[in-house]
């Protein structure tokens, strides 16, 4: 079965530490995507990438970090630089040749800090 | 600034009706409009697309009209179903360039039984 997986689903942080949300997908997909989704607002991007070794600052990356070394993975790491990290947080791919393709999105982590 | 407006945070409708979902947009480079789909603590899924060159596209029970002169595209339910309550999101694109997705803030539907 193609698709995105997220883990974990919950995630529980205290303030100041650093964590990392796993994002990985089989759709042979090139371009991944992470946003974050707060009550009452819109999916905001945080950081995407095109190609593998390669990625570029969304709308909100500040305290945000990512890596692109394999074409499947897109980890996203939550810094103690955020001030506000509590927020479900969504991954997404996307083909990137050919004709408009949808972004496919996972399940989603649910990252809180105490 | 919000270059992808859902002005009604939340619609209600009779099952059995028609459910009309609005976006506004202000990038005249958009060219290609996705409607989304998404239950709690679940991501997205996609349900109908549109590009540019249509002024409509129909899938089943669900109907997206682009009106490129106003930038405004809708969403047209019919007829609604409990299992459409929901929130919708609606996104704008660019087919050339960086291929973002500007998310609205969604609508949230309820279809009463």
């Known amino acids: 079965d193609g698709g995105i997986t997220q883990s974990p689903k919950y995630l529980f942080r205290k303030e100041g530490q650093n964590v990392t949300l796993s994002c990985e997908q089989n759709l042979n997909h090139d371009a991944m995507y992470w946003y974050r989704q707060d009550p009452g607002q819109g999916l905001r991007l945080i950081y995407y990438s095109q190609i593998v070794n390669d990625f570029q600052k969304g709308d909100i990356a500040e305290g945000y970090s990512v890596s692109r070394e394999k074409k499947e993975s897109f980890p996203l790491t939550v810094t103690s630089a955020q001030k506000n990290p509590t927020a479900f947080y969504l991954c997404?791919?996307?083909?990137?040749?050919?004709?408009?393709?949808?972004?496919?999105f996972g399940p989603g982590t649910r990252l809180t800090v105490l | 600034d919000q270059q992808v407006k859902q002005n009604s945070p939340s619609l209600s409708v009779q099952e059995g009706r028609i459910s009309i979902l609005n976006c506004d947009y202000t990038?005249?480079?958009?060219?290609?409009f996705l409607w989304y789909k998404k239950y709690p603590a679940e991501g997205p899924t996609f349900l109908i697309s549109i590009s540019s060159i249509k002024d409509k596209n129909e899938d089943g029970r669900f109907t997206v009209f682009l009106n490129k002169s106003a930038k405004h595209l809708s969403l047209h339910i019919v007829p609604s179903q409990p299992g459409d309550s929901a929130v919708y999101f609606c996104a704008a694109t660019t087919t050339s360039g960086t291929y973002k997705y500007i998310f609205g803030t969604g609508t949230r539907l309820k279809v009463l039984a």
């Open positions: 997404a791919s996307k083909q990137q040749q050919g004709s408009n393709n949808e972004q496919f």
């Open positions: 990038n005249s480079m958009f060219d290609y």
